[in-house]
């Protein structure tokens, strides 16, 4: 196991990290939708009121707290009911307590001074953020170098020697009314944090970032999937969990399946939820992943304007200064394609093409491939196939590779 995850901690992700402001489950689906495309990983963790303001909350208190993660699928999936379809204005002001799916063990409370692998450990089972307190402590601190180790203050005296040259750390404790407002004071590290962290640091992880994915073990076979025929709304009641996403898929003679496209909470992130709503609502997952073209939207999609409801009737708002537009997958985030997703590939490219790499592309640029695209995954391919599907690599997958044993390291057949 390579020493950086042995010797830094949590709180040396932390440095420059903006404060956490806790997102209320009485707010607004309307205002998830505003913070949900300033967050990572596409969703924003949703707390419960505190009972008692200005009692000392303990780190059981804040737990029990934490409702859930809310991301941008489960609003768009949300929207595209009937009762939120025929009344728009009314869904978005509903709170986010009816949306949200309760799971409180996808955030967990960490000590700055806890060590990074034992955060990998957490997040390698199912944590999703880790709530770091903001500590006076780690003003001041170097990012890649820590004199803390497992939580305890190194004190022979080489170590305190070295690290006075190098390092100027506030050892001195806090008054009694910094201690009070710096207890409220927490930010919020994502998986993605991580990510980052670990890959300003490939040297120190060598030889494993050239490694192909494949000899990792890093490909993950289960995941879910819609063929392009099916409704697209199918596609949110076969999530298989993390990540949050489902392959549309055109089957293929030989039993395999042949990617077309995907409908997850990445793509979805910064899009128009009321049109991608109505359409996951009524088009097939293989129309929905390549738009619409406007002479099929002119005959069979409802006109529309910002604000008005959309249903199965045509509404349009009378009294609005918009100009009523029809929708396409523009509107969406996607590129306009084919009316028929059957007679050819080349319609899914443009922003519609989903995110892919071959199973012997190394773990490094599968990384860089997710950071760069802020894509919570990335969808594996044949070797000699561009769309052949035989996996998918999350985050999950990348730090149990990371952390992985090298004898324990078996190519995918």
Known sequence: ????????????????????????ETETVESAIRAIGESTECGIPVWKRRSQVGVLET????????????????????????ECLQDQEKAMKTPVSEVVVPNNSLLKLVDPAARLIDALEMMKQGVRRLLVPKSTVWKGMSKRFSIL???????????????????????????????????????????????????????????????????????????????????????????????????????????????????????????????????????????????????????????????????????????????PKKFSSRSIGFNLGSSSFGSGRSMYRGRSAPLTCKSTSSLAAVMAQMLSHRATHVWVTENDSDDVLVGVVGYADILIAVTKPSAAFVPMN
């Not at 196991?1 to 209320?24: I, N, Q, R």
């Not at 780190?59 to 934490?66: A, T, V």
């Not at 899009?271 to 939207?297: K, T």
């Open 1 to 24: 196991m390579a020493s950086v995850f042995l010797y830094h901690v949590v709180g040396d992700l932390t440095v420059g990290k903006p404060e956490m402001v806790e997102f209320c």
């Open 59 to 82: 780190s059981e208190m804040r737990q029990q707290r934490f409702l859930g993660i809310l991301n941008s699928l489960d609003i768009v999936a949300f929207l595209s009911r009937t």
């Open 149 to 323: 180790y497992n939580g305890k203050w190194l004190r022979n005296a080489d170590n305190a020697n070295s690290s006075s040259n190098n390092l100027i750390v506030n050892t001195n404790r806090p008054s009694s009314s910094s201690t009070q407002s710096s207890r409220d004071k927490f930010c919020c590290l994502s998986r993605e944090d991580v990510i980052r962290f670990l890959i300003g640091c490939l040297g120190a992880l060598a030889p494993l970032p050239l490694s192909s994915i494949s000899v990792l073990g890093a490909i993950n076979p289960n995941f879910s999937l819609v063929e392009a025929s099916l409704l697209a709304i199918e596609a949110t009641q076969k999530l298989a969990g993390d990540p949050c996403a489902t392959a549309v898929v055109e089957p293929v003679p030989d039993g395999k399946y042949k990617i077309i496209g995907e409908i997850s909470a990445c793509r979805l992130w910064k899009c128009d939820y009321l049109a991608a709503a109505w359409a996951l609502a009524n088009l097939l997952a293989g129309q929905f992943v390549m738009g619409v073209e406007d002479h099929l939207s002119a005959r069979s999609l409802p006109d529309f304007t910002v604000n008005s409801p959309v249903g199965d009737n045509n509404v349009t708002n009378s009294t609005a200064s918009t100009r």
